[in-house]
């Protein structure tokens, strides 16, 4: 049975009686606390095994892992909670407060050594409305609140690109080329994007770059140098100063790997 503040109407609809202000409360004003019983969806069990495949794969890992327990759902049925309650009342304004202060912790923490404060919750406390705050004299420095959380969006689905003859645009060949490189596909090989962005364009310096390190970086130093090269031609075209002048150092590696022979690194003017 619903307690005495919690009634039922014939629709099925639950409302709250508040109760009267105490005797010993006088004046136009009243404010006075007492615990009101009163029907709460409490949080579902935590989940100790949650299931993080999602139907989708993706080098080789799939979805969101979570490392801990997790809630994601509340009780179907209502149950009687007590809840210790601050009532502030006027002639027009009824307003009541839910929640209590249940531990406070007076102490310096010092940042070079930590404290670990536990305190076990009351019995029949909800999780979900646990707060901590942590003061600096009267500056609060941490304010935690466990209803105030919004859940964070769900991290984007993973695509895998296109094949290099289905891109349309060089520079989508391009940044193709430098996502494959970055996290290492296990089924697309970035030079094969590069490759097809030199057959359309074959002095386009972002590729040579790009291109020249890739040689660089498996020991194919000439390989690398002509890329450097072919590619500060082209920044050099209008102008014998160009903005971005890493091609220049790239070549300048390339040379000096080969051996003293090749450290007399090309004038392009």
């Avoid at 984007?156 to 289905?166: D, F, I, L, Q, Y």
Wanted: charge should be neutral; include cysteine; glycine fraction near 6%.
């Amino acid at each position: 049975m619903p307690p005495e503040s919690t009634k039922r109407t014939e629709s099925s609809t639950y409302y709250l009686t508040l109760p009267d202000a105490p005797q010993s409360q006088r004046g136009p004003v009243k404010a006075w606390e007492q615990e009101l019983e009163i029907l709460t969806y409490a949080p579902g069990a935590p989940e100790h095994n949650p299931m993080f495949l999602e139907n989708r794969v993706y080098q080789g890992s799939s979805g969101r892992v979570y490392p801990l327990p997790f809630i994601d759902r509340i009780a179907t049925e209502p149950g009687l909670k007590l809840w210790k309650a601050i009532h502030i009342e006027n002639e027009y304004l009824r307003l009541m407060i839910l929640g209590a202060e249940v531990a406070r912790w007076s102490k310096c923490i010092d940042v070079e050594s930590p404290t670990a404060i536990e305190f076990p919750l009351p019995p029949g406390s909800d999780p979900a409305t646990i707060a901590v705050a942590v003061y600096a004299g009267e500056r609060m420095v941490v304010d935690y609140d466990a209803a105030r959380i919004q859940p964070a969006p769900p991290p984007a689905v993973a695509t895998e690109p296109k094949a290099p003859k289905e891109i349309d645009s060089i520079e989508e060949l391009y940044l193709t080329g430098l996502h494959l490189e970055q996290y290492r596909h296990a089924t697309r090989k970035p030079e094969l994007y590069w490759a097809e962005g030199l057959r359309r364009d074959p002095h386009d310096s972002r590729i040579r770059n790009a291109m020249g390190l890739w040689h660089l970086r498996r020991g194919e130093f000439e390989q690398a140098a002509e890329h450097f090269h072919a590619a500060i031609v082209r920044l050099t075209a209008l102008n014998p100063n160009p903005r971005d002048g890493e091609p220049y150092y790239n070549l300048g590696l390339a040379c000096r790997y080969q051996g003293p022979r090749k450290r007399s690194v090309r004038r392009v003017l």
